[in-house]
């Protein structure tokens, strides 16, 4: 069922794009209906100003379809793999492979390989998004290491605000320790101390997860606690192990891991990033955008 179009409600900047513009409105109103029934409203959608009541789906379904719809689905068919590229982020956001493709991303949160062992509420797909300064930024710590024959690997960039509160509530049905993501601390107590986001710094755009790996070779990762993510270079823990080892400061560390952690640290310094001090991984462009703003629109591809 629809229960209500992203253009009626949603709260980011502006919607439409030049490609979006250019088409018939008809064929672009039912290609926003068909995405709006795969996406029902998020918690911030729902907030229409009073009055305002979400789209509907224009017309009653009728058992013949009129020619006119026809000649409508043939013409929305062919224009549709030119809508799909048109899909626009809001002002001041890209997609981080159109600034910099060389970045390896591995985007966790899209996928099974994370603490949920599941994939989070807003990531239609596994991409990075970033505020085009922070992408730029980064763009810059890659072509740094690029020289030494390694390259960056992002697992989360920009969060949308319902798997920020998708990973709230799946904490708070606490649970016992798990070996591979949090093993000394219980899943209730995780925002506690400081491991995942009540309100996190990467629904603001500006703020990435990510670390280190050689370029040339592309090896199947072991994430998290207990051994080394062998698809990056050793940091002691893999991404997003909850644990006091993963503090960037944190010592003992084998003299490797160590050295990598004060490379990342020092690479994205020098672009402007600042690094939380729990997590050798989380990285905030300093002199971000949107410092007050919570964003709130879906992870996808294009
Ligand atoms: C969940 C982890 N990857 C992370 O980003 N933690 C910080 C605290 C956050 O959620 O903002
Ligand atoms: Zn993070």
């Known amino acids: 069922m629809v229960r209500g179009t992203p253009l009626a409600c949603r709260p980011s900047p502006p919607q439409g794009g030049r490609l979006a513009a250019s088409t018939a409105p008809s064929f672009l ?4 209906l068909a995405k709006a029934a795969r996406h029902p409203i998020s918690p911030l959608r729902g907030r229409c100003p ?4 979400p789209g509907r789906a224009e017309g009653g379904a009728s058992r013949h379809p009129s020619l006119a719809t026809i000649l409508a689905t043939l013409a929305f068919l062919t224009a549709a793999p030119l809508l799909a590229r048109a899909d626009p982020l809001p002002a001041g956001f890209v997609r981080l492979a159109d600034v910099d493709p060389t ?8 996928g099974l390989e994370n603490f949920l062992h599941r994939k989070a509420d807003g990531y239609e797909a596994p991409v990075c998004i ?4 922070a992408a730029k930024a980064l763009s810059g710590v890659q072509k740094t290491i690029a020289a030494k024959d390694l390259t960056l690997v992002v697992f989360d960039c920009y969060r949308p605000a319902r798997a920020v509160a998708d990973m709230g509530e799946w904490t708070r049905q606490g649970g016992p320790p798990d070996p591979q993501w949090y093993p000394k601390v219980e899943r209730g107590d995780l925002i506690a101390k400081g491991y995942v986001g009540e309100l996190s710094s990467h629904s603001r755009g500006s ?8 370029a040339d070779k592309k090896r199947a ?3 998290a606690c207990g051994a080394p993510d062998t698809g990056t270079l050793d940091f002691g823990t893999g991404f997003d192990c909850f644990d006091r080892a993963s503090e960037t400061a944190h010592r003992p560390l ?7 952690r004060k490379m990342l640290l020092a690479a994205m310094r020098a672009a402007g990033f600042r690094n939380y001090a729990r997590e050798w991984w989380h990285f905030t462009l300093a002199d971000e955008p949107f410092p007050k703003q919570r964003f709130d629109f879906p992870v996808t591809a294009n």
Not at 29 to 32: C, E, N
Not at 103 to 110: G, L, P
């Open 29 to 32: 109103q039912r290609w926003r």
């Open 50 to 53: 009073a009055g305002q009541m």
């Open 103 to 110: 970045i390896r991303q591995d985007i966790r949160y899209a």
């Open 130 to 133: 970033l505020t085009g300064q």
């Open 207 to 214: 703020t990435v997860d990510l670390a280190i790996a050689e």
């Open 221 to 223: 990762a072991r994430p």
């Open 254 to 260: 084998a003299a490797d891991a160590a050295a990598n």
